[in-house]
């Protein structure tokens, strides 16, 4: 299970969101936003190399924050043929120098959101260490006859509180944030 330590990094992970965010086409804000983490979990990769995180974030740099599902793998070195889902480099006050990527663009992330949808692996806790997250739900409705290996994962980058997947989805994870002081759940993944 993962093991969340108590240290610094920097630049930090909403510094490197906040300058990786306005590139994107699907961002909503203006200029660079100010970041506030509302929830999220963690998923870990068997071989213990690469740490794999999901982060809700409101942007409130505008009257009406908007929410965003992040989803970042760090690795302990650069991973070859992904420099277009590099965010930056942080250095990590316990591992030292940590490549961030968009987890859409890490195989090890690909390949452990598939197991997740297969019932294989577990969510993890955002914070805490060694500790499950029940509350990252898979929902199957369509569950007869989907190969989890031919299955496209696609991240729902601004999920919505009560939010499933789209109509073509055969199945989608849904994750816990808070939205004012109120905790909520919504869809930040879908298979299809």
């Not at 729902?156 to 994750?175: E, H, N």
Request: proline share 6%; net charge negative.
């Amino acid at each position: 299970m993962s093991e969340i330590f108590n240290t610094t990094m920097d630049p930090t992970k909403h510094q490197l969101m906040a300058a990786w965010l306005p590139q994107q086409d699907w961002f909503a804000g203006e200029g660079e936003p100010v970041l506030e983490t509302l929830g999220g979990f963690r998923l870990d990769d068997p071989a213990g190399e690469v740490g794999m995180e999901f982060i809700v974030v409101a942007d409130t740099a505008t009257e009406s924050p908007v929410i965003y599902h992040v989803p970042l793998s760090y690795r302990g070195q650069e991973l070859p043929g992904a420099e277009a889902s590099l965010l930056g480099t942080s250095e990590h006050g316990v591992l030292g120098k940590r490549w961030i990527y968009d987890g859409t663009g890490d195989p090890v992330w690909q390949a452990q959101v598939r197991a997740l949808l297969a019932g294989q692996v577990e969510a993890q806790h955002q914070n805490t260490s060694f500790t499950l997250e029940p509350l990252v739900k898979v929902q199957r409705p369509a569950q007869d006859g989907v190969e989890q290996s031919d299955t496209e994962i696609r991240v729902i980058r601004r999920p919505v509180a009560g939010g499933s997947a789209s109509d073509a989805a055969t199945a989608w994870v849904s994750s816990p944030w808070s939205e004012n002081g109120v905790a909520v759940d919504g869809a930040v993944l879908e298979f299809s």
